[in-house]
């Protein structure tokens, strides 16, 4: 198969490197070619030692049909959410030319679950999922919100209807700086066209992990869980970023709980999408916190997280395209999947000044002194033969462990070994869980 990903973060670079895993495949005693070419649009230095990369916009989709066409792309695997969101799938599901083009990730309408907060509030009420009470607003009855905010406990969760880089949540700690936060976000527009719409939820008290689930719109396979840092400061301080690090398996999520998981939340999240006439081909991830034992669904994305995917596809040992393949065929029900059980983690290089300004193009040395653990570049680039940074999150340094002290050590050793100018990264990721 050729096959054309599409994305440019430590996600794609994680998936890169799993699918060229699949570049042959053993069936009885003879070897069979799986993956011919991949191509990554637009990709990051790292994705390029796994395949091409593509100078190609995700959201522009006619640029987008064109490659598909001119490489004879046999299946197009969708990294970030907002060409989900923006209709990718549709867009090829309506092309004569494309439509039977396999498309991983699911159509606008099952993108929604992530593209708009409200929607997916409406969608757990609805099935009987469990979640945090909540209303939504606008400008228009700015009024009334502030006097639900007046009847809850603070802290307060302000949500931004629409996509905002994983950043469109904020959690004041008082019910004047919640009415200064909503007026900045209803009225001064601060996440743009997001925050034309506010969710406002109960604060739930738990701690928090992530789960989640490929499915073919008919069945699923449930993958490693995951928990995520998105503080920018140790002790989970400072401001929200798109996430500092990434341990798995969560200790506390055993048996019994993730039992609760599925029965709770996976289960009629996959029968209430069938009910909308909802095919939903790909990854859905789940973001859960446990209160008391129980799991409550905080929000859903429609693809993977960044940087739990740097945590969970390594734990995976099923050949993915395989898997990929099931999604496509609706065949998933037939598909091993197996895990290492071994404990994975990640821990984010980021920018200075990240997640606020930063600059790139700092050059980036010691890669090549790492051992170990994988190097999974997030934001990078390739200029003048030199590899410098291009975002604000840089590198996750990805290590196994028998425990998840062991794999810690792995790759705090090798974030010290990496260096760029404004290097940071938090030193106690997994501190919590210990």
């Known amino acids: 198969m050729n096959i054309l990903l599409l994305g440019s973060g430590g996600r ?91 498309v991983i990730g699911p159509d606008a309408k099952g993108a929604q679950l992530e593209g708009s907060k409200d929607f997916s509030k409406q969608f757990m009420i609805k099935y009987g999922i469990p979640t945090a009470k909540y209303q939504t607003f606008t400008k228009e ?4 919100a502030f006097s639900f905010l007046e009847v809850l406990s603070p802290p307060y969760v302000l949500k931004a209807d629409g ?3 994983g950043k469109g949540v904020v959690i004041p700690n008082t019910i004047d700086e919640a009415k200064k936060e909503l ?15 506010v969710v406002i939820e109960e604060f739930l008290k738990g701690i928090e992990l992530s789960v989640f689930v490929l499915s073919d719109g008919k069945s699923y396979k449930i993958l490693p869980e995951a928990k995520d840092y998105k503080r920018i400061g140790e002790g989970d301080t400072g401001l929200n970023t798109g996430g500092m690090g990434a341990v798995s398996p969560v200790p506390f999520a055993d048996k019994t709980f993730m039992k609760k998981v599925e029965e709770r939340i996976i289960i009629p999240t996959v029968k209430g999408l069938k009910k909308e006439n909802i095919v939903y081909k790909g990854f859905l991830f789940i973001g859960l916190i446990k209160v008391a034992g129980d799991p409550f669904v905080i929000e859903y994305n429609c693809r993977m997280g960044d940087p739990e995917t740097e945590v969970v596809i390594p734990r995976i040992k099923s050949d993915i395209l395989d898997l990929f ?36 193009g700092k050059v980036i040395t010691g890669l090549d002194s790492v051992e170990n653990s994988i190097p999974f570049h997030a934001g990078s680039a390739k200029k003048d033969g030199q590899i410098v940074t291009n975002g604000g999150r840089v590198i996750a340094i990805t290590s196994y462990g028998n425990t998840m002290q062991e794999a810690l050590k792995k790759s705090f050793a090798n974030a010290e070994k990496i260096n760029y100018e404004g290097k940071y990264y938090r030193k106690d990721i997994g501190r919590d869980l210990s």
């Open 141 to 144: 009855n700015i009024s009334e």
């Open 163 to 165: 996509l905002a880089a």
């Open 183 to 197: 007026e900045n976000m209803l009225l001064n527009s601060r996440f743009g066209a997001s925050s034309a719409k």
């Open 325 to 360: 393949e099931g999604v496509a065929t609706q065949t998933l029900s037939k598909k091993k999947i197996e895990f290492d059980e071994r404990t994975a983690v990640t821990v984010m290089l980021v920018s200075g000044g990240y997640p606020g300004d930063y600059e790139k």
């Open 12 to 102: 794609e670079h994680a998936l890169a490197w799993k699918m060229a895993q699949s570049a042959t495949q053993r069936v009885v005693t003879r070897r069979v070619k799986k993956l011919d070419k991949l191509f990554i649009a637009p990709g990051n230095a790292g994705t390029s030692d796994y395949g091409e990369n593509v100078s190609l916009s995700p959201t522009d989709f006619t640029a987008v049909k064109k490659f598909v066409i001119e490489k004879a792309i046999n299946m197009v695997v969708v990294g970030p959410e907002e060409p989900l969101v923006k209709g990718i799938h549709d867009f090829f599901l309506k092309d004569n030319e494309l439509k039977n083009i396999p």
